[in-house]
């Protein structure tokens, strides 16, 4: 089957590290609509090989759109292993989480976030990321999420700037308020430090009915550990807790309705639901695209989300679309 440009992505050579191995096939362009296989997926980088291609003047090899998430996924484990060997320096660890929030970001830029709203949120979780990395208390903690899975990290990065993106679109415009988002979002799951690893990496259907409750506590546990810290600011305290809560009140831990809940818990609430339709994790086989995703919400799940938040949400996939 022919392969058009709109199914492939550019990667600049510079993404590269040498001796990987790379999941996915590697095309370079030829022209326009002619794209050449020249490495299949599994075969370890050589970045010599790839200096040549830059010799003839080739910035970027083309992967598939549709595989990306495969090489974003590799990059954050990467960054996961590094982040867990106790001998970097901290400026190497800020780089590696960096490099991990890109990824994130780019994958989001091919699902379509390509708005200059969500080039603000790139910017704020960076911040945040940057914030974490020089609080040291903050910083061990949000490593140890790639302790429990590198999914994690990438699901944590890319809660933040959806939450972000959504509470703009909900008018949000207080630096410190948008900041306080993107830290929830961050910091979200790290309750789940808390439960067995094994536990924290088991799909929830294998789970049984006394794991599902295990595993649930990691609402409060979050709570409670940051807590302890007695740097993070309350509201995001509250986030965690509540992150799991839903407007009507199907929730956990404290089944709490909409009027209830923490203003900012309503938009990371739709915002880590929404990114675990789009990207790749534990829970599901197949990602969907930000349209099937909200259509999931909407007509399978009936909206058990703030319904403003939902709608900002809809609008920015919706002018995403039409700009595209
Ligand atoms: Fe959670
Ligand atoms: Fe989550």
Do not use: C
Request: glycine share 6%; net charge neutral; aromatic share 8%.
């Amino acid at each position: 089957m022919e392969l058009t440009a709109k199914e492939f992505v550019p990667i600049s050579l510079t993404e590269f590290v040498s001796g990987v191995a790379i999941p996915v096939d590697l095309f370079v362009r030829l022209g326009e609509e002619k794209f050449v296989l020249v490495a299949k997926a599994g075969q370890h980088s050589n970045v010599d090989q790839f200096k040549n291609y830059q010799n003839k003047e080739v910035a970027y090899l083309w992967v598939r759109k549709k595989e990306y998430y495969k090489l974003a996924h590799q990059s954050i484990s990467l960054a996961g292993i590094a982040l867990s060997k106790r001998e970097l320096n901290d400026k190497q660890r800020t780089s590696l989480v960096t490099h991990a929030a890109r990824s994130v970001f780019k994958q989001m830029d091919h699902l379509g976030f390509d708005l200059e709203l969500y080039n603000n949120a790139k910017q704020i979780t960076l911040a945040i990321v940057g914030l974490v990395e020089n609080h040291k208390s903050l910083s061990d903690l949000f490593e140890s999420l790639s302790g429990v899975s590198d999914q994690l990290l990438s699901h944590s990065i890319g809660v933040s700037s959806l939450s972000v993106v959504i509470g703009q679109a909900l008018g949000y415009e207080k630096k410190g308020t948008l900041e306080k988002l993107a830290m929830g979002g961050l910091l979200h799951e790290i309750g789940l430090k808390a439960i067995p690893a094994e536990l924290a990496r088991k799909p929830m259907s294998a789970m049984s009915h006394s794991e599902v409750a295990l595993w649930e506590t990691h609402a409060f546990r979050g709570m409670q550990m940051l807590l302890s810290l007695g740097i993070v600011p309350d509201d995001v305290v509250s986030i965690v807790y509540e992150h799991h809560e839903n407007s009507i009140g199907q929730g956990f831990p404290q089944r709490l309705r909409d009027v209830k809940m923490h203003p900012l818990a309503k938009v990371v609430s739709l915002a880590d639901s929404y990114a675990d339709l789009i990207l790749p994790n534990i829970n599901i086989a197949v990602t969907k695209n930000p349209r099937e995703a909200l259509m999931y919400i909407e007509h399978t799940l009936g909206i058990p989300f703030n319904k403003e938040a939902f709608r900002a949400l809809k609008k920015i996939i919706d002018n995403d679309k039409k700009a595209a």
